[in-house]
């Protein structure tokens, strides 16, 4: 335990505090210290009564403003609790629009390598029509040109 | 040996180029006065079906690469 030497209204008191309590006790203090000097020329009694009484005010006061706070803080908390899952959302979207672009990539990469293994095996019956066709058309250019 | 694109290409190429000469020299024949004595019937006749056969071979190779 601490000793503390408070001075309130001139009038010296000896506190006993929980040791590290001594600088809050003596903010405290302070602030009965303040009231009790906003009414000089009562008793010791009075002024500490009027202090505690304008204390209690203060007190109930800063309450009525907390209670009346606290439907804006549930409102606040809600949106942003709603913003919070909005998010989430938005985040699980994107992931699934990223993964549908992977597999589209993926789609097209296989048909790409499909196309090129493909087009080999497919081709080379066409080139041989092709390179048919090409050797009877230049033979029928030959007899047109020739024709009399 | 299998030929590959460029040689698809190039058989491409001798196609067009026979036929602009086919085209150039039945341009040139409508051009000229008719000659006295014609071809016969029977080469006129073949050559049509000539015609007939590499047309229906090109169609058929159309229709195959759009096939796929």
Redesign the interface.
């Known amino acids: 335990m601490a000793d503390v030497k408070l001075t309130i209204g001139g009038r010296p008191y000896d506190v006993h505090c929980a040791d590290g309590e001594e600088a809050q006790l003596i903010q405290l203090a302070s602030v009965v210290d303040e009231k009790v000097r906003t009414m000089p020329g009562v008793t010791e009694v009075r002024q500490l009564l009027f202090a505690a009484l304008m204390l209690a005010d203060e007190t109930q006061e800063a309450r009525g403003k907390v209670e009346k706070a606290a439907p804006q803080s549930d409102s606040l908390r809600a949106a942003v609790a709603l913003a919070e899952s909005r998010e989430a959302a938005a985040r699980d979207e994107l992931k699934a629009t990223v993964e549908r672009e992977k597999a589209a990539l993926a789609e097209l990469e296989a048909a790409r390598q499909k196309a090129a293994t493909a087009a080999p095996s497919a081709n080379p019956s066409n080139n041989r029509a092709l390179l048919q066709i090409a050797d009877r058309i230049e033979a029928l250019a030959g007899r047109v040109e020739q024709l009399p | 040996m ?4 460029d ?2 290409s190039l ?2 190429g ?2 067009e180029r ?2 602009s ?2 085209e150039k ?2 341009a040139s ?1 409508a051009n000229r006065p008719a ?1 006295v ?3 016969p019937a029977a080469d006129q006749s073949a ?1 049509k079906a ?2 007939a ?2 047309i229906g ?2 169609d ?2 159309i229709a ?2 759009d096939r ?1």
């Open positions: 299998e030929l590959d694109l040689e698809s058989a491409i001798r196609i026979a036929l000469r086919i020299a039945l024949r000659p004595g014609t071809a050559l000539e015609v056969a590499v071979e090109l058929r190779l195959e690469a796929g």
